[in-house]
T-cell receptor, first 111, second 117 residues
């Protein structure tokens, strides 16, 4: 079983839709949870990070962590064509050097 | 803050030559730097982890003699692909972490596209 599971998609939504991206994990020791956005032929860009459980909101983006279910989500409200990218989840154990990435979900927002 | 740069952004070389890629943390001191490669439409594949002043730790299946990593300072790590072959053509991305930053997270460089003819 992989440490982190992420549906690769592809996911295609109309402009303005709410997008839900998800990852599940198996290691209960994970404390830091991150979402990255990667445009084609570019390096991943950190979007959101959260520590432990709870929600975090930044503009149109909301990250949720449910440690009891070992499940994290990224919600994008009012999606825009410029949100079209691959979204990677990542997580780590506090203070460690090991990070575990999902395989990424490819998102296309259609104008 | 937390900007990581890579140089060059793109390189084309002949088979058998060596190529050096630089990764710099511009506004923070990187405790650890990571090197990844990524094939088209695939996820990141961790190649090695390096800490300043010590030898890199390579992932299983990554040849340490072929992919030389030097982490000479807290702001610079280099990856040298020695005797490059066409199968080494890929997108190479570095990232860096710092315990001084707000969270244990990785900040990625923009990537280097290597094409070996």
């Amino acid at each position: 079983q992989k440490e982190v599971e992420q549906d690769p998609g592809p996911l295609s939504v109309p402009e303005g839709a709410i997008v839900s991206l998800n990852c599940t994990y198996s290691n209960s020791a994970f404390q830091y949870f991150m979402w990255y956005r990667q445009y084609s032929r570019k390096g991943p860009e950190l979007l959101m990070y959260t520590y432990s459980s709870g929600n975090k909101e930044d503009g149109r983006f909301t990250a949720q962590v449910d440690k009891s279910s070992k499940y994290i989500s990224l919600f994008i409200r009012d999606s825009q064509p410029s949100d079209s990218a691959t979204y990677l989840c990542a997580m780590s154990v506090s203070g460690g050097n090991q990070f575990y990435f999902g395989t990424g979900t490819s998102l296309t927002v259609i104008p | 803050g937390a900007v990581v740069s890579q140089h060059p952004s793109r390189v084309i070389c002949k088979s058998g030559t060596s190529v050096k890629i630089e990764c710099r943390s511009l506004d923070f001191q990187a405790t650890t730097m990571f090197w990844y490669r990524q094939f088209p439409k695939q996820s990141l594949m961790l190649m090695a982890t390096s800490n300043e002043g010590s030898k890199a730790t390579y992932e299983q299946g990554v040849e340490k003699d072929k992919f030389l990593i030097n982490h000479a300072s807290l702001t610079l790590s280099t990856l040298t692909v020695t005797s490059a072959h066409p199968e080494d053509s890929s997108f190479y991305i570095c990232s860096a972490t710092s315990r001084r930053l707000e969270a244990d997270t990785q900040y990625f460089g923009p990537g280097t596209r290597l094409t070996v003819l």
